[in-house]
């Protein structure tokens, strides 16, 4: 049987109000980052959620080393609570899933206006033998 988990993280990252959404699945973890701006309210992040989640874009998968873990002492789970709230940052798994997705990004845009500019230099150049065949002409 998969376990999937997902959580959401809030925080306040000068100057603004940030949701990061972590998504773990079958060895695999996922992450996504979304600014909300001014602080959410919580009816506001769940419509959110409700409305956006299937339109978020999520970073590559990076394995995750998932510990199955049976029943947990309720004042562990607090205390484990209690510190993911108090960490304020991004988690490392986080960081490296979104750090790997903006490198991807950042290649891809290298890679379409690499091919843009390569299409805008043929362009000129084409035009340029044009004009030179109509003065051959003596146009």
């Avoid at 998968?61 to 607090?78: E, F, L, T």
């Amino acid at each position: 049987m998969n376990k999937a988990t997902g959580s959401l993280k809030v925080f306040f990252e000068e100057p603004f109000w940030v949701g990061l959404f972590e998504r773990e699945e079958a060895g695999s973890y996922t992450a996504c980052r979304i600014v909300f701006g001014a602080e959410p309210k919580d009816y506001e992040i769940w419509q959110f959620i409700l409305e956006n989640y299937y339109k978020l874009i999520f970073s590559p998968s990076i394995d995750s080393q998932a510990k199955i873990k049976g029943h947990v002492n309720p004042k562990r789970r607090q205390r484990e609570v209690k510190k993911q709230l108090a960490d304020v940052g991004n988690g490392t798994k986080s960081q490296q899933a979104l750090k790997l997705w903006q490198e991807q990004k950042k290649a891809e845009k290298k890679n379409v206006h690499a091919k843009r500019r390569e299409e805008e230099k043929q362009k000129l150049f084409e035009l340029k033998q044009q004009k030179k065949k109509e003065k051959h002409k003596g146009r």
